[in-house]
């Protein structure tokens, strides 16, 4: 339904975008992809479609799903945008992802990190400061490095383990960090905080 949806709002603007499915997508085509289809267990679909247009796939995000926008992202699209975007900013975000604005340093790629960061941990109700603790945890941080580079003391470092700990519903480091992971904080090598 949304992949009819989609074409049909897209319709409008055939000088611009042309749709096509899948099977007929070439390797430089733009896919869009519902995060939706992460939650009903089509990972394995959306890692095929990112092998076959590595750099290429844009996701749908869902508002009340960020968890599934941070792992699209951290499956491998390059960037997100609303499935609730009207059909003259889809096309201009479109436009603006095929041209390599959303991964280039430019605004709409700042804007674009930025977001993705905000949606991080957004499901559960982490604050941005428990956000950037889970980010650093997920990372490899200990409790003294969270201290010296966040300039807090060890027990307020603490004080925000335990907080992010019950809204996340684990109750050791590993299940925080595979939490992190499964909800697209990045991991060590990758750069940008949460």
Do not use: C
């Not at 096509?20 to 997508?25: G, R, W």
């Not at 799903?65 to 699209?72: D, E, K, V």
């Not at 945008?81 to 900013?89: H, T």
């Not at 977001?115 to 945890?137: A, K, M, N, S």
């Amino acid at each position: 339904m949304i992949a009819a949806g989609v074409e049909r709002l897209l319709e409008p603007y055939a000088n611009r975008v042309v749709v096509v499915d899948d099977s007929s997508a070439d390797d430089d085509a733009i896919v869009l992809y519902d995060v939706f289809g992460l939650y009903v267990g089509k990972e394995e679909d959306f890692e095929r479609v990112v092998k076959k247009h590595p750099d290429r796939v844009l996701a749908m995000s869902r508002v009340l799903q960020p968890g599934l926008t941070a792992r699209a992202l951290d499956l491998g699209a390059v960037a997100s945008v609303s499935v609730g975007l009207e059909a003259p900013d889809l096309v201009a975000a479109i436009e603006a992802f095929a041209a390599g604005h959303l991964q280039d340093g430019s605004q709409a790629d700042l804007d674009n990190q930025a977001d993705r960061r905000r949606q991080l941990g957004r499901d559960v109700d982490l604050t941005p400061r428990e956000q950037e603790v889970l980010g650093l945890i997920v990372r490899g941080r200990s409790n003294e490095e969270l201290a010296a580079e966040l300039y807090l003391s060890i027990n307020t470092v603490k004080t925000l383990i335990r907080s992010i700990y019950r809204k996340i519903d684990v109750t050791s480091r590993a299940q925080a960090v595979a939490w992190g992971v499964e909800h697209g904080f990045p991991t060590g090598a990758e750069s940008a905080g949460p």
